[in-house]
């Protein structure tokens, strides 16, 4: 004997149910069997829905019961021969015409009792397992159809009634007993109370209508049949990564499944587990996959074993909290808000106590929240009047999460790993609990964050394979659109030798924006910005705040000084920032400061290599020197790729004005070249050196000896040319000066002392800054270890390439 179950996706429709003829076929008649079948997909809350409406006196009820006959009728008209329809038809019709006899009644009633929504209810699997049973009939395959009613008894809780096991036992004993047929059709869901009044097991119940038959008969096997490969490791509509666990255990099933995985109705594995008896969890659309065994010997030993089997979630919580000084130390408190609750008929799904027992803590389903609110405050209103405890106190938007697996009690350490990546993720808990059992770690955080907190979850604990990461690159200029050609031609590498994938999530300039949260195509990013939206900095932040994906990376390639002001906001959720831009650095003292702590104080980073030197390793060093103990004495560098391009290329065979604007084409200065030949962009770069030194320096702070004329500072970028040519002269000048001792241009800037300065300099050919070609830059450090001989780092200091490169390293290092 062998019970079987198909829900309601695998009876959705008539392909679907002709699915389970071929899938049975085989197997009636070599195995006594009995099958359980739910209401076609979308029944049941057709059906509420239905009464509901009649209920508050909308007419249009009758419409939405003339769509559930018609979905059957068509159903029979789909599956039976013609010459076998008419009886089938006119019991179809018979159940609807009661069932709109039903609600005209509560329609001029305008009242709904819970009894007379179960009788509703128990049409849907009256009428699918009928319709089923007469389906094997038409094609050769005797079979009985069992009133599930006349076996299952139960008390008169309505809508959760409750199994009264032995009469049940008895009864379905005898039933099968006294049956010579080998293979039985059953309504799931419906039973019905001493007195023969329809009642049903609570929604999702014909699970539990299978388990209470195959206890009963102490059949071989239960099998569940649904629309997933089994009970996998998350819910696969929120992670796209879950996959089926092959075997699990009843208590890890049960765990699983109370806490929210749908895919079992959580009474089910009791009458099961106490018999021994095996349950399958098996796939109608993949009758192949091997799908989850749930028993008590589990075949790999506890070594083998995942910490964690499974994670799963539950939405639309509430938590109460019952607070004061009158809980210490009083017995009783706690047992008097729990009966309470159970007076309430209000189920209680998780508990947490702090060990000082100033407070109690409990889970409940959110829309029972106000029924809870006031049966506690009334219960407790002596207390609270004598100030012993305050008025409860409700949250609500909330979910739970729980992690569970029945190794977690042997290893160390499970929680703290947990709450790592979910810390690092910005996701904040509420709430936690720890069953004695140690087969659960269950938190309670934001509705919003739940997709997250699962996704995180599972990356941590079942996908040791990749890391996603999720880039929001704003900008795409010189250097952002190199960085997305790098990043695009990096991806398999990365996956192959890091484990990281790296998905460019969204993309945003001054104007558009575009997202993807499984990464944009390489061939789409040719046209992005004709699929994507109009946006501003602003909106394109509030959009990833919005879509709160884990591993999330803010790259900001722009020289905008609107991007910066984003970051704060980002951080504050955890959205790491990689900026080679410049401004927030470089700002107010304070401002660096605070987006420095921000992304401490929420567990991210924010990188800006790139801000000086582009790819060469400046920031970084200067950090590994202080982190390990040393002091920086002084700075020596040049930072100007483009100055140092300008005065190397600048020998008086063509004028000043064409060498920069060589420079311009080539891409190696600001959009505007001023802020280089200004010196305000060196100045900037020698801000922020200090600042990761350790010392706190504002911009005004720092001498600027400029070489550019008053002038040339004026009006726009195509002005600034032609005024460069006017002061030809000048420029020739300062050349000669240098030439005449022997020496050449530079741009240089030191810190020493605590105090910056910039500014031309003469450079002597046995100086360190003499050969520096191209667009090198040269940064010189001085420390208490580098005292003698001093550290260098030099190389090419600008381009596209080489910043989008430093971009890219930071974006690594900040995940
Ligand atoms: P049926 O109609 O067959 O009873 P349900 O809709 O009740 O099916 O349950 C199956 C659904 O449960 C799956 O389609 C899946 O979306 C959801 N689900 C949630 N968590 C899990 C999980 N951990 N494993 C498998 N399915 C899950
Ligand atoms: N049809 C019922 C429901 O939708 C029972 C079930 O599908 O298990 O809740
Ligand atoms: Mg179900």
């Known amino acids: 004997m062998r019970v079987l179950k198909f829900g309601g996706s695998s009876v959705a429709n008539a392909e679907n149910i002709n699915k389970i003829v071929s899938t049975l076929e085989e197997r009636i008649g070599k195995e006594k069997l009995v099958v359980v079948v739910s209401a076609l997909g979308g029944i049941t809350d057709a059906l509420i829905n239905s009464v509901a409406m009649a209920s508050r006196g909308e007419e249009l009820y009758k419409e939405e019961l003339q769509k559930i006959e018609n979905r059957h009728l068509e159903m029979v008209k ?17 159940h609807c015409n009661e069932i709109e006899d039903i609600c005209s009644g509560v329609f001029l009633l305008q009242e709904l009792t819970p009894r007379t929504k179960d009788r509703v209810m ?48 008895e009864k379905i004993q005898n039933y099968f007993a006294n049956s010579v047929e080998s293979f039985f059709l059953v309504p799931g869901f419906i ?81 099961v587990m106490e018999k021994n008896i095996n349950l399958i969890i098996r796939n109608t659309f993949d009758p192949d996959a091997q799908g989850t065994l749930i028993s008590h010997q589990l075949k790999s030993s506890d070594d083998e074993k995942q910490i964690a089997v499974g994670i799963s979630n539950m939405n639309r919580i509430a938590l109460l909290t019952l607070e004061g000084s009158g809980m210490v130390g009083i017995p009783g408190i706690s047992a008097k808000l729990f009966q309470c609750l159970s007076h309430e008929k209000i189920n209680v799904i998780l508990i947490t106590q702090g060990s000082s027992e100033h407070s109690i803590t409990i889970a409940i389903e959110e829309k029972e929240a106000l029924r809870a609110e006031y049966a506690i405050n009334s219960s407790f209103a002596d207390d609270i009047n004598l100030k012993r405890v305050y008025a409860v106190k409700i949250e609500t938007g909330l979910s739970i999460v729980a992690l569970v697996g029945e190794s977690m009690k042997s290893r160390s350490g499970v929680s703290a790993k947990m709450f790592g990546c979910l810390g690092n993720n910005g996701i904040n808990i509420r709430a936690i609990a720890q069953g004695s059992s140690e087969r659960n770690i269950s938190i309670v955080i934001s509705e919003k964050d739940s997709k997250k907190a699962v996704n995180v979850l599972h990356e941590e604990f079942f996908e040791t394979e990749i890391k996603q990461i999720h880039l929001y690159i704003c900008g795409t200029g010189n250097v952002g659109s190199k960085l997305i050609q790098q990043i ?271 500014g031309l300099q003469h450079i002597a050919p046995d100086s360190d800054l003499f050969h520096l070609y191209g667009k090198d830059n040269i940064v010189i450090f001085k420390t208490l270890r580098y005292s003698e001989q001093p550290l260098v780092v030099k190389g090419a200091g600008a381009g596209a390439d080489v910043t989008a490169s430093g971009v890219f390293a930071d974006i690594i290092r900040s995940i």
Not at 199 to 219: C, E, F, V
Not at 244 to 259: C, G, T, W
Request: aromatic share 10%; charged share 20%; glycine share 6%.
């Open 488 to 758: 695009y031609n990096q991806n398999a590498y990365l996956r192959e030798n890091f484990l990281i994938n790296l998905r460019i999530a969204g993309i945003s300039n001054s104007r558009y924006m575009l997202f993807s949260d499984k990464g944009i195509a390489q061939e789409d990013f040719l046209i992005w910005n004709q699929l994507g939206e109009k946006a501003s900095a602003k909106e394109f932040a509030d959009e990833i705040i919005h879509r709160n994906l884990r591993n999330s990376v803010f790259v900001d390639v722009t020289a905008s000084p609107d991007v910066p002001e984003i970051y704060e906001y980002l951080l504050k959720r955890s959205v790491n920032i990689v900026a080679c831009n410049k401004i927030a650095a470089s700002s107010d003292f304070k401002k660096y400061k605070t987006l420095k702590n921000t992304a401490r104080n929420h567990n991210c980073n924010f990188y800006f290599e790139t801000n000086v030197g582009a790819g060469l390793p400046v920031i970084g060093t200067i950090n590994d020197l202080i982190k390990s103990g040393d002091q920086i004495q002084s700075i020596k560098a040049v930072l100007s790729g483009t100055l140092n391009f300008v005065f190397n290329h600048y020998d008086g065979s063509r004028t000043f004005s064409e060498v920069v604007a060589q420079a311009q084409q080539e891409g190696y200065t600001e959009p505007d070249p001023r802020l280089d030949l200004s010196g305000t962009d060196v100045a900037r770069k020698i801000l922020i050196l200090a600042r990761e030194a350790g010392y706190p320096l504002q911009f005004e702070e720092i001498e600027n000896i400029g070489f550019l004329p008053e002038e040339c500072m004026q009006g726009g970028v195509g002005d600034f040319y032609a005024k460069l040519t006017a002061y030809e002269d000048h420029f020739k000048n300062l050349l000669n000066n240098a030439k005449n001792e022997g020496k050449i241009l530079k741009y240089v800037a030191e810190f020493e002392n605590g105090k910056a300065k910039v």
């Open 78 to 94: 789909e599956l039976i021969p013609i010459s076998q329809q008419s009886h089938l038809l006119s019991l179809v019709k018979r």
């Open 191 to 271: 039973a019905s109370d001493i007195n023969g009044i329809t009642t049903t097991l609570g929604r999702g119940g014909s699970d539990y209508t299978a388990s209470i038959i195959a206890a009963a008969l102490n059949a071989n096997a239960l099998e569940i049949w649904t629309d997933v490969s089994g009970m996998m490791t998350a819910d696969p509509r929120l992670a796209s990564n879950a996959k089926p666990i092959s075997e699990i255990s009843y208590h890890e099933a049960m765990e699983l499944s109370h806490f929210g995985a749908k895919v079992l109705y959580p009474p089910s594995i009791q009458p």
């Open 122 to 169: 128990s049409y849907g699997e009256l009428l699918s397992s009928q319709i089923i049973s007469a389906k094997f009939q038409s094609e050769g395959f005797k079979n009985k159809w069992t009133d599930s009613r006349k076996i299952i008894i139960t008390n008169s809780h309505y809508e959760h009634a409750v199994v009264d096991f032995e009469l049940t036992n």
